[in-house]
Antibody
Framework: QVQLVQSGAEVKKPGSSVKVSCKASGGTFSTYVFSWVRQAPGQGLEWMGG????????NYAQTFQGRVTITADESTSTAYMELSSLRSEDTAVYYC???????????????WGQGTTVTVSS | AIQMTQSPSSLSASVGDRVTITCRASQDIRSDLAWYQQKPGKAPKLLIY???SLQSGVPSRFSGSGSGTDFTLTISTLQPEDFATYYC?????????FGQGTKVEIK
């Protein structure tokens, strides 16, 4: 059974950076889209960006452009999300999720990590 | 970016009711629309992808329809475990975008 296991909770100071990992176990890794989705307290879901490891291609939401970097290590089947210049509004739960894809369509984020709470506080 | 407008933002319903949630895209997204269910403190769960394809293990009381810009999630007979928040997502082009969510509460 495929699982995505994320790194643990983080507490960060404003202006610093955080890097969250998402390790896939079981199944293939490289051909999927791995997305990062954020949820601030009491708020909805926000897609931050994604990567297709086999191509190394990344796409980001405009809201996070310039502050977020998504990478993937095929040798360890791990995706990473780094968010810089943290501010209090970045306090949220961050999820990774896997999307099976074909050349013509995507098939939904079918496996999700457990979520990583990032708290930004001075 | 494509805007996804979901309605209603919340609704109250009783067990056994038929529930319909709609999602409108700001431009044509063909059939690249998925629906997710989220319960408090939990990761979202995929219900439906490509408008109407039911994810494995999801009860058949959930169904999706639509194309182009207008889409619908229907729960045919609401069950106690269905009280949750539902989100649509377009994955037609980047950046992918979610609707703002619909909270289904107990009447």
């Amino acid at each position: 059974q495929v699982q995505l296991v994320q790194s643990g909770a983080e507490v960060k100071k404003p202006g610093s950076s955080v890097k969250v990992s998402c390790k896939a176990s079981g199944g293939t890794f490289s051909t999927y889209v791995f997305s990062w989705v954020r949820q601030a307290p009491g708020q909805g879901l926000e897609w931050m960006g994604g990567i297709i490891p086999i191509f190394g291609t990344t796409n980001y939401a405009q809201t996070f452009q310039g502050r977020v970097t998504i990478t993937a290590d095929e040798s360890t089947s791990t995706a990473y999300m780094e968010l810089s210049s943290l501010r209090s509004e970045d306090t949220a739960v961050y999820y990774c999720a896997r999307t099976p894809r074909s050349e013509v369509t995507n098939f939904g984020m079918d496996v999700w990590g457990q979520g990583t709470t990032v708290t930004v506080s001075s | 970016a494509i805007q996804m407008t979901q309605s209603p933002s919340s609704l109250s319903a009783s067990v056994g009711d038929r529930v319909t949630i709609t999602c409108r895209a700001s431009q044509d997204i063909r059939s690249d629309l998925a629906w997710y269910q989220q319960k408090p403190g939990k990761a979202p769960k995929l219900l439906i992808y490509v408008v109407s394809s039911l994810q494995s293990g999801v009860p058949s009381r959930f169904s999706g329809s639509g194309s182009g810009t207008d889409f619908t999630l229907t729960i045919s007979t609401l069950q106690p475990e269905d009280f949750a928040t539902y989100y649509c997502l377009q994955d037609y082009n980047y950046p992918w975008t979610f609707g703002q969510g619909t909270k289904v509460e107990i009447k």
